[in-house]
Each structure stands twice: as C-alpha cells, then as structure tokens.
C-alpha cells in the first residue's frame, strides 16, 4: 500500500492469492501511486485488481470517507483535490509529531522511518513510531489514546465536503462507496440526511460489511440502503501488519462488483 498499510502493493495481491481471493481492491488514502504496482503484480498472482483510493472528506467536521473505484486518475478536479488533502495530511502529521514529542520519545525522522518511500505520513505512521519506541503496544492503543481525534493532540486537515466529494467522483468516472458509515468506535458519524445528501450527489453503496459495524449497525444501514436504493459491499479494510483486520474477512458479491465494473471509467484489471 502506498498510504498507511504496511504491505507493499503487490504484496497486498500476493497476500490475496494466499487467501484464495479472486479480486482484491486497492484504495490508498488519497492517493493511486499504488496502481501500478500492483497492477504488474496481477498476472504473476491470478488475482484481479480494482482499482480505488480512499478519500478524505468531511461534513461539518465529521470525517467520512469516500471510496471511489475505477475513476480516472487524470481527471483534473478530483485529482487536484486529492493532492490538496495529500498535503494537507503530511502538514498535519508534522504539527501533531512536534506536540506528541513533548510528551513521548519520538521524532519526525522516526515516523518518516515507518512509511514507504513515497507514501503520504499519517496517523498510522506516527502510531508505528509510537510502538516502535515501546511507548504503546499496538496501532489500536495508539488510535485509541494519544492518536485519538478526541484527544489533545489531534489535527483537522483539509478535506472536501462529503456530497460534493460524491459528486467529483462521478464527473470523474469513478463509483463512489462510503465507507464504514456506522464505525463509532472511530469517533462520529455522520446522520442519515447527509447520507440521503450523497445518495442524491450519485452514491453507489454504503460498506455495510465491515468488522467495525455491530449487528445493530448492520440491520439499520441494510434497511437504509433498502429504502435509499444504495448497493452493499463490504471490507477487511485490511492494513497489513498495522491492524488485526484479516484480508477477506469481509466481502462484496460478484452481482455488485460487476455493477461496479460496469458503471466505472476503468475495468477490473484481469489476469
């Protein structure tokens, strides 16, 4: 991954073939530098690739993230905004590190240390930073604590609205999905007028399928979805070694793949 995982984009293929996946997506926070890789990665695997990132938007101040799959990554608008919250993430990361090293034993080198070359530092970065000088066990305690967005450290950055994210996508190709939309252990959530907001805007899916969710959570966006006319996937929302999230722990079906493929810019890349 080239964002915050700790796989390598073709490993994250390899790991799939291991799991006996057939298709396995790829959505980096923000970014699509991670495409490529993988892929060339596709044919030596037997493991078809979607292609996707991870967008970071917000509606009045809560986070929400946009999957956006099979968009084409050289449409100006959303390209452009993607790189804005690149950036805006790596100016976040340097403030937070220089507030947290007041505290803890860690340094801007050492968070660097913990990201592929390339990849755009993060939270997950500076949590790695954190466990490798053994001021936390994991990333978990880490997002749970000191990392948390209810904490002192924290840092907003730049994201778009979230309907006009959904919005950006579309004119880009791509198939917008929201990502976990009831995960309250990661902090708030959005209400369900804003969701109906992005349904209008051209959401394609809610990501009803993900460890993150209770069965409660489960049941009320089944019937959301139901009563919006939205597709279910679903996600391991895997990390690597960064999180316990077990690739294919949670899946999207065929039926809603090829509806994906099908209204997207780009294909699934085949073996």
């Known amino acids: 991954m080239e964002s915050d995982g700790t796989d390598s984009p073709a490993d994250v293929l390899r790991a799939a073939a291991r799991a006996g996946l057939d298709v396995v997506g790829l959505t980096d926070h923000d970014s699509v530098r991670g495409w490529d890789a993988a892929v060339s990665a596709v044919a030596g695997t037997g493991v078809a690739l979607l292609r996707g990132a991870e967008i970071s938007t917000q509606s009045r101040g809560i986070s929400v993230h946009l999957l956006s799959y099979l968009h084409d ?59 490798a000088v053994g001021a936390m066990p994991d990333r978990s305690t880490c997002f749970d604590t000191v990392l948390s967005v209810r904490g002192p450290y924290y840092v907003p950055y730049h994201a778009p609205d979230a309907v006009e994210a959904v919005a950006m996508v579309r004119a880009a190709g791509g198939v917008p999905v929201m990502a976990h939309p009831r995960a309250g252990v990661r902090g708030r959530v959005v209400s369900d007028a804003v969701i109906e907001a992005m349904a209008d805007a051209g959401l394609f899916a809610l990501e009803i399928d993900h460890r993150d969710h209770t069965p409660g959570a489960v049941a009320e966006l089944e019937a959301l979805a139901a009563r919006l006319g939205l597709e279910r996937t679903g996600s391991s929302d895997y990390h690597g070694d960064g999180k316990p999230n077990v690739l294919g722990e949670r899946t999207t079906s065929p039926a809603v793949l090829a509806k994906i493929e099908e209204e997207g810019h780009l294909p699934v890349v085949r073996p």
């Open 73 to 131: 990554p050289a449409e100006p608008t959303l390209a452009g905004e993607m790189e804005r919250s690149r950036r805006s993430r790596l100016d976040r990361a340097r403030t937070m590190v220089a507030h947290i090293a007041e505290d803890y034993p860690i340094t801007w080198e050492l968070v660097q240390a913990q990201a592929a070359d390339g990849a755009t530092i993060g939270r997950p970065h500076i949590a790695d930073a954190l466990v």
